[in-house]
């Protein structure tokens, strides 16, 4: 009776583990929000509300958001529900031991998360953008969910409540490489349920919240940014100076 019902476990995740294998989705691209801090300030809020409770980002302090507009009372108000004093990292409260019991690994820090998923296919935040917006339903996989970006993902989508519910339309076809092998191709979604935001407030809600994460992975780079234009314009004077001094020096020595 185990082994029968191991054998239908192991033929349910072929199609997933097929698919995962015969096709790849390209990455979309996201708006940069990264200046907008009314759009900084809402993916603060998502985070914390729903990334924070598996996820540290311990690179980064709860004052460190009055960089983005809020003050300390409105972080303590809004964004502290354990506690937590404003000038605490932002830590998780699920333990090591009960993320690994529960997800099968601990869930990584999300602090750089923007920077560490840069590729070659597109920027961090491109791939968090896609990521967050290609969770479907999928009752094969532990959670009840499955990724059309990451396949067999153990993360669950935690936005469901806001994105509604959607299983994934896949079919089976003939490999065009290879008449003796089948594919499983992606043919959209299908929605189930609907979510708090239509697909639209979703997708806005995301790209707040990757904003938010694309800042967060580091909170100075717009005012690096700033500096370097600044920068290079004080290099471009001193440098025309420079190249004028240096020909009214020779000038005089010919």
């Not at 043919?187 to 997708?203: F, R």
């Amino acid at each position: 009776m185990k082994l029968s019902k191991l054998f239908f476990a192991m033929v349910a995740l072929v199609p997933a583990l097929a698919f995962a294998n015969s096709q790849t989705i390209p990455l979309d691209h996201v708006e940069d929000r990264s200046n907008d801090k009314v759009a900084l300030q809402n993916g603060a809020k998502l985070f914390v509300n729903y990334c924070l409770n598996c996820h540290a980002a311990t690179a980064m302090r709860y004052n460190r958001l009055r960089d983005i507009g809020l003050n300390e009372e409105q972080i303590k108000t809004n964004l502290l529900f354990t506690g937590e004093k404003v000038g605490d990292l932002m830590k998780t409260a699920l333990s090591p031991k009960d993320a690994k019991e529960w997800f099968g690994a601990v869930p990584p820090d999300l602090s750089v998360i923007a920077r560490a998923k840069a590729s070659s296919a597109g920027s961090g935040a491109d791939w968090l953008y896609t990521y967050l917006r290609s969770y479907y339903k999928d009752d094969t996989r532990p959670t009840g969910w499955n990724n059309l970006l990451f396949p067999n993902v153990g993360m669950p989508h935690v936005l469901w409540e806001l994105q509604g519910v959607r299983s994934a339309n896949i079919v089976i076809q003939d490999d065009p490489h290879d008449s003796s092998k089948i594919v499983h191709k992606f043919m959209g979604y299908e929605k189930v349920s609907d979510g708090k935001m239509t697909a639209t407030e979703y997708d806005h809600a995301v790209t707040d919240l990757v904003a938010y994460l694309q800042w967060m992975g580091e909170p100075t780079q717009n005012t690096r940014k700033r500096l370097g234009v600044w920068v290079l314009l004080f290099l471009s004077v001193l440098g025309l100076l420079a190249w004028r001094l240096n020909a009214s020096y020779w000038k005089e020595v010919k």
